[in-house]
């Protein structure tokens, strides 16, 4: 069993809808991350967090330290928002960032 | 601009050569990283510097080698000795030492095919 797993692995939605994004992790962590990666390839961060709730324009993550849970929302979707978005922890056992495989998000206009 | 920049993006390599990967930061950043991607697979680390001069094997080093000369540059060799070179490389920087917590910032990454 991978220590970070995301669901769903493959999301399609409409433009305007509201898109949920799972990630559940198995160990210890001193923060968790919120990763966008558009097709080209790059990679750009989009929160970190160690608890409660962040907001940024239409995307909304939170955590749950004691369940081991964090969601990323998209509000009123829109087709720039495809990519795929990994979650990924700091593990305090392995000392380093451990990645989930991440899902990979289609908005269709 | 401050940022990360990796060269080239695209790069064929005959099978049994050896090829560098070039990484490049401008942030003043002491923590250097270098992942592989796969298909269907996390992103998995190859090797990490805390610091100029110094640098740790991460969970998939075999066939690969690093150098950290300079504070701004970690470059990656993939030698023959690595049996799947095929995959996108991403580099990544962070502010201090500490893997597990501080974060990263990534490169645009370099897809290497082995033909």
């Known amino acids: 069993k991978n220590e970070v797993e995301q669901s769903p692995q493959n999301l399609t939605a409409q433009e305007g809808e509201f898109i949920t994004i799972n990630c559940s992790y198995s160990v210890g962590i001193s923060a968790l991350h919120w990763l966008q990666q558009h097709p080209g390839g790059g990679i750009v961060s989009l929160f970190m967090l160690s608890s409660g709730k962040k907001k940024h324009g239409r995307l909304i993550a939170t955590i749950n330290i004691q369940e081991k849970h964090s969601s990323l929302h998209i509000t009123a979707s829109h087709p720039r928002d495809s990519a795929v978005y990994i979650c990924?922890?700091?593990?305090?056992?392995?000392?380093?960032?451990?990645f989930g495989q991440g899902t990979r998000l289609t908005i269709n206009p | 601009d401050g940022g990360i920049t990796q060269s080239p993006k695209y790069l064929f390599r005959k099978e049994g050569q050896n090829v560098t990967l070039s990484c490049e930061q401008n942030l003043n950043h002491d923590a250097m990283y270098w992942y592989r991607q796969d298909p269907g697979q996390g992103l998995r680390l190859i090797y990490y510097s805390q610091i100029v001069n110094d640098f740790q094997k991460g969970d998939i080093a075999e066939g690969y080698s690093v150098s950290r000369e300079k504070k701004e540059s970690f470059p990656l060799t993939v030698t023959s000795a690595q049996k799947n070179p095929t995959a996108f490389y991403l580099c990544a920087s962070s502010i201090a030492p500490g893997v597990e917590g501080n974060e990263q910032f990534f490169g645009p990454g370099t897809r290497l095919t082995v033909l």
């Open positions: 990924a922890v700091g593990s305090l056992l392995a000392q380093k960032l451990v």
